[in-house]
């Protein structure tokens, strides 16, 4: 029987779900029948809606695709002024405000509290930056990935970034590919450092050299069925295919037709890609494409450079594990990496980094998967001015570690899935951790990803400290929690986290942080990397190694925080929230 | 009178009549589900919903706080259909498969 999903995609689906999103606009909230909430909800995702979780009734997600992370001039200054303008809900943040910007995991933006009633002056002033929603969530072409200095980089293998914006306008929108099974996440990465994370995408091209005609030919292998979610994490497998660029386009509608063709439609949790590779085998899906998907003759794959990627592996091989810092650009001028602290930036300071990108660079900015943001195009001249600039005390391009290593997806503050709260605790955690903790001399990079829930949006099996969301009893009480995980990485090898302590209760996080790293300060060996101590070090003593301790750090939201209609509003009760609320935001007695 | 019932934003929700109901991050007090006489289930995903009589059900993903054992459920009860409404079971209730007893 097909999922109610399936049935709703087959009515309505695509583009003209926009038109519908006009009209309930137009009449308002209340306008959406009682009885039609869970099919139009999940048709908006297609349009880059999200409905918040219980208790935020009538507010939305909206997540802006920005392919390959590249904000165009002028572009961030319109995100700054949307999430000024609709981005407001009915209780601040403590530690971000009222009206923010999240740069997301996936080079993505997402804006939270949006009316349903703003949607088309949203949509109006994105239009006219050349900015969209579309597809940015739902079973579909989500915002491709890649590199986040694809075209800029010094030492690049292959220019990535026509592929990657070649992809996105031929196949964002087309009719054939619409309506997938599920999710369809794609990485194109050109770079030696593997900053595309191609592993973890269900389509990856990854930077290979070929012999073809007796000469050697700069394009991309390709990679199928990677991802994080659901304790089912894979990484990609290697399909044994070569392409150059413009093949790259064509291979990439033809396997994401194959995918729409086969892909379980019955049970969306095996439909992903990555089931799908593992119920045939990438042999077999080879053979399909070419048989079926393709009509030239495919090459095996080239060479690859995987043994150089540092991006995210826990290496210190010599290239670079994040942008954040201030590096040459191939033109000669420079792009400037700044550490966004769990990728959430206050609407004025997103204006200001406009600003600030204009007046020092090309205008363009660019979005890491790591939730940082790179203001490119700085010429030698105007360097000194813009590290000047105040912006930067606060988004530095020289931060400690743990400030620079931390990742923390959306959590209990809006999402349906999550267990705990994730951000404000992740900022909490490395001020802490700053404060208190040094990590053995020459370890620069160190990180902590943080997600709320097993969807692993914060990509947690990939950090040298994996968290996500739990909960356990403390004296009794339930309260927030969270699993440890060790040695995770991508790299050559990738491999994720083996999850070595279970339901630590979050206040004890840090202490169990700051015991682990003294036990790895202890046995270091040279100057091996915490994920090389990790990889040479059995599973008990490291089990040993992570003691839960309470410090002096302090944590307000070790409650329930989903039993919330707000986690940090003051009065808190599920039914103490005004939602849902009308075009204005005052709150619609609930029947 | 005719009731839809569902799961909800792939395993988030049980939405009942097309409001979420019950879902991820909730503890159930659960028997015959793990190792415990009474377990303490934390709900990470629901996997499936049905109806039992009067009884609405959902087989749950997740992990039990005092056993750690990890499974996925039979049909539990969440809640009922009293004339022709919904009514969620008690936070404290004691929840288990129909059959098992
Ligand atoms: C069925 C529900 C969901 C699943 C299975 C899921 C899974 C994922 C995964 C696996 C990633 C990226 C990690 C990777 O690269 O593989 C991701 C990204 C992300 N998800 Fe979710 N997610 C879900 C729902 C949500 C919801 C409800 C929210 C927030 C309201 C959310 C917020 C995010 C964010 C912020 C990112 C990174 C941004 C991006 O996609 O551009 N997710 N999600
Ligand atoms: S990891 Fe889970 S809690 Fe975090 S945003 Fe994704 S779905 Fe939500
Ligand atoms: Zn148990």
């Given amino acids: 029987m097909p999922t109610d999903v399936e049935r709703w995609k087959s009515e309505t689906y695509g583009n003209e779900i926009r038109e519908h999103l006009y009209e309930f606009a137009e009449e308002g909230w209340e306008s959406i029948p009682d009885d039609e909430h869970d099919a139009w909800f999940e048709r908006f995702k297609w349009w880059g809606l999200y409905h918040q979780r219980t208790g935020q009734e009538s507010y939305f997600m909206m997540r802006i695709g920005t392919p390959n992370g590249v904000l165009e001039p002028g572009q961030t200054e319109v995100v700054a002024e949307v999430a000024e303008e609709y981005a407001t809900g009915p209780a601040e943040n403590p530690e971000f405000g009222n009206g923010y910007v999240d740069w997301t995991t996936r080079q993505s933006i997402q804006l939270h509290w949006i009316k349903l009633e703003d949607i088309p002056e949203i949509f109006d002033k994105l239009d006219a930056a050349g900015l969209s929603t579309q597809q940015a969530c739902g079973d579909s072409w989500r915002n491709i990935v890649g590199c986040p200095v694809a075209g800029k980089d010094n030492h690049e293998h292959v220019d990535a970034l026509p592929v990657a914006k070649g992809l996105n306008e031929t196949y964002k929108g087309h009719e054939d590919h619409t309506n997938l099974p599920r999710k369809w996440k794609v990485s194109v990465t050109g770079c030696r450092e593997g900053c595309g994370q191609g592993d973890i995408n269900d389509l990856a091209f990854e930077p290979a050299t070929a012999v073809r005609n007796g000469e050697e030919l700069k394009g991309f292998n390709i990679r199928v069925g990677g991802g994080l979610a659901r304790n089912e994490p894979r990484i990609a497998r290697d399909l044994d295919v070569f392409v150059d660029s413009e093949e790259a386009i064509e291979v990439g509608g033809a396997l994401s037709a194959l995918f729409r063709d086969h892909g379980d439609r019955e049970d969306r949790f095996s439909a992903r890609m990555k089931f799908l590779v593992d119920e045939m085998g990438a042999e077999a899906i080879r053979e399909l494409l070419q048989e079926e998907y393709v009509d030239f003759e495919l090459d095996h794959a080239g060479e690859d450079l995987r043994s150089e990627y540092s991006y995210n592996a826990g290496r210190a091989n010599g290239g670079h594990a994040d942008h954040v810092g201030v590096h040459e650009q191939k033109d000669g001028t420079y792009y400037v990496g700044l550490n966004v602290l769990v990728g959430r930036m206050g609407a004025a300071d997103t204006r200001e980094l406009a600003r600030l990108a204009d007046k020092y660079g090309s205008g363009e900015v660019r979005v890491t998967q790591r939730q940082n943001i790179l203001i490119t195009d700085v010429s030698e001249a105007d360097l000194d001015a813009l590290l000047g600039e105040p912006l930067l005390a606060d988004y530095s391009p020289d931060p400690s570690p743990f400030m620079r290593g931390s990742v923390a997806c959306t959590g209990t503050e809006f999402c349906s899935l999550s267990i705990v709260e994730t951000k404000n605790r992740q900022v909490r955690y490395a001020r802490w951790l700053k404060e208190n903790i040094d990590l053995p001399s020459g370890v620069e990079d160190f990180h902590i990803h943080l997600s709320g829930c097993t969807a692993s949006c914060a990509q947690p099996q990939i950090a040298d400290i994996s968290l996500r969301g739990m909960k356990t009893r403390k004296n009794g009480e339930a309260v927030e929690a969270l699993d440890v995980g060790l040695g995770g990485g991508l790299g050559e090898h990738p491999r994720f986290a083996d999850w070595v302590a279970q339901r630590v209760p979050a206040d004890e996080v840090p202490g169990a942080i700051a015991n682990l790293l003294a036990g790895f300060e202890d046995r270091r060996e040279g100057e091996e990397t915490f994920r090389e101590f990790v990889e040479r070090t059995d599973e008990e003593t490291l089990a040993d190694l992570v003691v839960p301790e309470e410090t002096d750090y302090d944590d307000p939201y070790m409650h329930n925080t989903k039993l919330t209609w707000y986690p940090y509003a003051e009065a808190d009760g599920m039914d103490e929230g005004p939602a849902p609320t009308d075009r204005d935001g005052v709150s619609l007695a609930d029947d | ?101």
């Fill in chain 2, 1 to 101: 009178m005719s009731h839809s019932l569902r799961t909800l934003d792939d395993g988030a929700w049980v939405s009942v009549d097309d409001r979420r109901e019950a879902g991820a991050s909730e503890l159930w007090r659960v028997r015959s589900v793990c190792d415990c006489v009474v377990g303490d289930l934390l709900v990470e995903g629901v996997v499936d919903v049905g109806v039992d009589g009067r009884a609405v059900t959902a087989r749950v993903a997740g992990r039990c706080l005092t056993c750690d054992r990890e499974t996925v459920t039979g049909h539990l009860p969440v809640g009922r259909v009293v004339e022709g409404s919904y009514r969620p079971l008690a936070t404290g209730a004691v929840r288990a498969p129909p059959n098992v007893e």
